[in-house]
T-cell receptor, first 113, second 116 residues
């Protein structure tokens, strides 16, 4: 299965940028990287995805290194409501009909007042 | 929300009894997934379906079976529940990736299962 590596936990001060790293050194050329987050006991929620260019949406920015072996999710102005587990993931298989995501343990981001 | 419900939301059962969890969607998405979430393990994929009557195993499929006889329903069955299957179970739905690669999964509210 696809593998990503993330720190177990991180802290961030409210109003500051939160930078969450992810290592995906075995990613292949046509595989996207996805980021989801899970707040408390709710189901995970999609944040952003990317292939090789940096991406930005209303929730976050995604910076992917040129060799695509790692990426960083950036929450530009973290709020207390951003406290959650953040998952970096990629599809286990590409092509065919077997589209699925495996999530791992993610990073617990705690935003402090 | 993406029109996905799970039932029951909470269940307590005894070891050795069969248990069926239901995931129901109103979005007509092609793919459906079952995950379990346990402390220290994150989210782990149990089984998934890529179409009616088309299913495949995930990371932790032992002790679980699934069925999908129609687009809107995906059932997860524990034939003989064990205490190690005490967990929170999440269902998710999605469609095949769009041209921009988006594989956005929408998750249900979860089912908390306790096996005594």
């Amino acid at each position: 299965d696809a593998k990503t590596t993330q720190p177990t936990s991180m802290d961030c001060a409210e109003g500051r940028a939160a930078n969450l790293p992810c290592n995906h050194s075995t990613i292949s050329g046509n595989e996207y990287v996805y980021w989801y987050r899970q707040i408390h006991s709710q189901g995970p929620q999609y944040i952003i995805h990317g292939l090789k260019n940096n991406e930005t949406n209303e929730m976050a920015s995604l910076i992917i290194t040129e060799d695509r072996k790692s990426s960083t999710l950036i929450l530009p102005h973290a709020t207390l409501r951003d406290t959650a587990v953040y998952y970096c993931t990629r599809p286990s298989n590409s092509g065919g009909s077997n589209y699925k995501l495996t999530f791992g343990k993610g990073t617990l981001l705690t935003v402090n007042p | 929300d993406a029109g996905i419900t799970q039932s029951p939301r909470h269940k307590v059962t005894e070891t050795g009894t069969p248990v069926t969890l239901r995931c129901h969607q109103t979005e007509n998405h092609r793919y459906m997934y079952w995950y379990r979430q346990d402390p220290g393990h994150g989210l782990r994929l149990i089984h998934y379906s890529y179409g009616v009557k088309d299913t495949d195993k995930g990371e932790v499929s032992d002790g679980y079976s699934v069925s999908r006889s129609k687009t809107e329903d995906f059932l997860l069955t524990l034939e003989s529940a064990t205490s190690s299957q005490t967990s929170v179970y999440f269902c998710a739905i999605s469609d095949p990736p769009l041209s921009g690669g988006l594989l956005e999964q929408f998750f249900g509210p979860g089912t908390r299962l306790t096996v005594l």
